[in-house]
């Protein structure tokens, strides 16, 4: 069981929106920053999002990021099918002084 | 264009040793903090280690501490991880990370 937590599986029709949380404690996200990592089928991990909100070049404005507390959320707009992939928060443990990745979650474009 | 490719994966029995090298190029590799992060077969992403950007900094996962090594030479823009005492639970798809990019990773199978 990972000490992020996020939801398994997540699901929405084309053009909608659907939103991937992500919790953690204060040793985590409470006090570092979030990215968020996009791995389509078969691939490498991509980075979307860096220090919460922060969007890599390339990136399209579709994904944001933002975090509250010991909890942050990424936001996908406009789904499309070929947003399908597994979506993973990640931050620094700073007790653990282990870098973290969340169980990750499944986005299903109905 | 960032490139970061990693090579030295393979079948290797149970107690055994690998080492993984990573090459990187297309950014200023000394500038930036480098890790390891492994995907075991249909599983999530696990971080393994990271070091600094000078080497002076080396952090590891408890079930790797003891057993592997992060390094780094920033003369040949390179990461390396060696891996000793291998176990089953250690195969996985081991990726070099940094902020810039991810590699395409290097399968890594402990079996006999």
């Known amino acids: 069981q990972s000490v992020l937590t996020q939801p398994p599986s997540v699901s929405a029709a084309p053009a909608q929106k659907v939103t991937i949380s992500c919790s953690g404690s204060?040793?985590?996200?409470?006090?570092?920053?979030v990215s968020w990592f996009q791995q389509l089928p078969g691939t490498a991990p991509k980075r979307l999002i860096y220090?919460?909100?922060k969007r890599p070049s390339g990136i399209p404005d579709r994904f944001s990021g933002s975090k509250s507390g010991t909890s942050a959320t990424l936001d996908i707009t406009g789904l499309q099918t070929g947003d399908e992939a597994d979506y993973y928060c990640?931050?620094?443990?700073?007790?653990?002084?282990?870098?973290?990745f969340g169980g990750g979650t499944k986005l299903t474009v109905l | 264009e960032v490139q970061v490719v990693e090579s030295g994966g393979g079948l290797v029995q149970p107690g055994g040793s690998l080492r993984l090298s990573c090459a990187a190029s297309?950014?200023?590799?000394?500038?930036?903090?480098m890790s390891w992060v492994r995907q075991a077969p249909g599983k999530g992403l696990e971080w393994v280690a990271g070091?600094?950007?000078?080497?002076?900094?080396?952090f590891y996962v408890d079930s790797v501490k003891g057993r592997f090594t992060i390094s780094r030479d920033n003369a040949k823009d390179s990461l390396y991880l060696q891996m000793n005492s291998l176990r089953a639970e250690d195969t996985a798809v081991y990726y070099c990370?940094?902020?810039?990019?991810w590699g395409q990773g290097t399968l890594v199978t402990v079996s006999s």
């Open positions: 990370a940094t902020d810039e990019g």
């Open positions: 297309g950014f200023i590799f000394s500038n930036f903090l």
């Open positions: 070091i600094n950007q000078d080497g002076s900094g080396k």
């Open positions: 204060s040793s985590n996200i409470g006090n570092n920053y």
């Open positions: 220090e919460n909100h």
């Open positions: 990640g931050t620094w443990d700073s007790s653990l002084n282990i870098w973290l």
